[in-house]
């Protein structure tokens, strides 16, 4: 996936998954991430309010 997100390695975005240097995903990265999977962005947020 990280690669078809136009990053060399999967570093980016195991650090984003796992907030590591407080990095995280952003609303472009959302997008491009479902566009990948062939989902909608609002697939990606199910059941968010049970991780709050």
Known sequence: MST???????????MAETNYRDKRFNIEHLANIAKCLNIGVTDLLTDVDELL
Do not use: F, V, W
């Open 4 to 14: 078809k997100l136009g990053y060399q390695s999967a570093s980016p975005i195991a």
